[in-house]
């Protein structure tokens, strides 16, 4: 293993020493010093694991300080939490699997170990970055909101959306509820994944239109999480980059702006890459830009699909015929099957992906959020096959073709 700069190159423990590894991690996350683990990389010893990636962090659950296990395979996450008494079990199961990284943030310290292809732990230890895992927060916040309601925000005042005495405008009440629920849904994603600490944080948001969401990303990333984060708008309408440009201005950020052009041509990399309502092929050009700068999270909330449904007929495929002489049967499925494609493309690509429901139709009827984490070897067979198929049965040529094309050429 080779240490960074900020770690102390003492190995503390013999190296070969896989017992002592082990009782290191069970008393570092046993601790009440603990702030977060990760176990992850290529599992040695061939033995199964149905999980490519497992985070622990401490939360607090009625009054009492849990730790949380979240388990992530290719499509899903299921989380469990345990009193600290009660997780040196599931803990230890997790250790056993054998994965080759593993990362402990403590109060006082940061600790990585690896284990090499010939079973040695490499072990080292630094003191915690000034930029690590928080205290643990209550876990049962139902109305704990990212951006909370009641309390004067200038950010949420300089958007129009609530009032100097804290009250949200009723004129507004939706976009305040889809911002936040998109918070959560940014935070519960980057829950999930290591970004780099080294660095500040590259974010890109392709389509940003009025900036409500970009503007709250760059507040709660910077202000809330405390992860330093330069953050890009682009969108083709100019009225509305000088807009956001100007409230980027009042609010003060220095790390925000904004730049008039097109998705897809953009030259810049990115760590996330957003795409929140960019209508039609603009999500799909989202893609590509995220695909092409290696992000590590892209999230897409789509919208409008024109483009596949005007390839779709009433008579191809026959059997599909009843639904698709109906205007709004037709525009549904076409919705459906565009994101079904570009979900397909981003597994091709190496990404974990699922798509939930990130706020209710009351609030906005493009509610869907496509969630994206790179975490893989490009080229999935069985996502290619799906791909091929689902395209052959529908007759139909999605824009996100290109994407797939690529990664064709590329093997």
């Given at each position: 293993m080779v240490l960074t700069s900020t770690f102390d190159p003492e190995i503390d423990m013999p190296e070969s020493d896989s017992t002592a590894a082990r009782q290191l991690v069970l008393d570092s996350?046993?601790?009440?010093?603990?702030?977060?683990?990760?176990?992850?990389?290529?599992?040695?010893?061939?033995?199964a694991c149905p999980w490519i990636r497992v985070v622990v962090r401490p939360v607090e659950i009625r009054e009492k300080i849990h730790l949380q296990f979240s388990y992530f395979d290719a499509q899903k996450d299921v989380t469990k939490n345990y009193l600290p008494a009660d997780a040196v079990v599931p803990l230890g199961e997790v250790y056993d699997f054998g994965f080759a990284g593993i990362h402990i943030s403590t109060s006082t310290e940061e600790i990585d170990l690896r284990t090499s292809k010939k079973g040695k732990v490499l072990v080292g230890r630094g003191a915690a970055s000034a930029d690590g895992p928080a205290e643990p927060q209550p876990h049962n916040r139902v109305k704990d909101l990212p951006l909370p309601e009641g309390k004067p925000s200038s950010l949420l005042q300089?958007?129009?959306?609530?009032?100097?005495?804290?009250?949200?405008?009723?004129?507004?009440?939706?976009?305040?509820?889809?911002?936040?629920?998109?918070?959560?849904?940014?935070?519960?994603?980057?829950?999930?994944?290591?970004?780099?600490?080294?660095?500040?944080?590259?974010?890109?948001?392709?389509?940003?239109?009025?900036?409500?969401?970009?503007?709250?990303?760059?507040?709660?990333?910077?202000?809330?999480l405390g992860r330093p984060t330069d953050l890009l708008g682009v969108d083709v309408n100019e009225e509305v980059i000088r807009k956001s440009t100007a409230?980027?201005?009042?609010?003060?950020?220095?790390?925000?702006?904004?730049?008039?052009?097109?998705?897809?041509?953009?030259?810049s990399s990115a760590d996330?890459?957003?795409?929140?309502h960019a209508c039609d092929t603009a999500t799909d050009d989202a893609i590509v830009q995220a695909i092409r700068s290696k992000a590590t999270v892209f999230l897409a909330a789509p919208c409008c699909?024109?483009?596949?449904?005007?390839?779709?007929?009433?008579?191809?495929?026959?059997?599909?015929?009843?639904?698709?002489?109906?205007?709004i049967l037709r525009e549904r499925t076409a919705d459906?099957?565009?994101?079904?494609?570009?979900?397909?493309?981003?597994?091709?690509?190496?990404?974990?992906?699922?798509?939930?429901?990130?706020?209710?139709?009351?609030?906005?009827?493009?509610?869907?959020?496509?969630?994206?984490?790179?975490?893989?070897?490009t080229g999935d067979a069985v996502a290619l096959a799906e791909y091929a198929e689902l395209r052959k049965f529908w007759n139909v040529t999605p824009y996100v073709d290109r994407v797939v094309n690529e990664f064709k050429q590329s093997d």
């Open positions: 996350v046993c601790a009440s010093s603990f702030r977060r683990a990760t176990f992850a990389g290529k599992i040695r010893g061939g033995r300089i958007m129009g959306i609530q009032r100097a005495d804290g009250a949200i405008k009723p004129t507004m009440r939706a976009k305040f509820t889809q911002i936040n629920q998109f918070l959560v849904q940014l935070t519960h994603t980057l829950d999930g994944i290591d970004l780099p600490r080294d660095r500040r944080l590259k974010l890109l948001d392709c389509g940003c239109g009025s900036s409500y969401l970009t503007l709250a990303a760059h507040h709660y990333l910077n202000e809330v409230r980027a201005d009042a609010v003060g950020a220095t790390s925000l702006n904004f730049s008039c052009g097109r998705i897809g041509e953009i030259d996330i890459v957003l795409a929140l699909h024109h483009h596949l449904n005007q390839q779709l007929t009433a008579t191809e495929p026959e059997v599909l015929r009843p639904i698709l002489r109906h205007g459906i099957l565009t994101d079904a494609f570009r979900v397909l493309a981003l597994r091709i690509a190496g990404y974990r992906t699922d798509v939930v429901e990130f706020v209710g139709t009351e609030h906005t009827p493009r509610n869907l959020l496509i969630r994206a984490t790179l975490d893989g070897p």
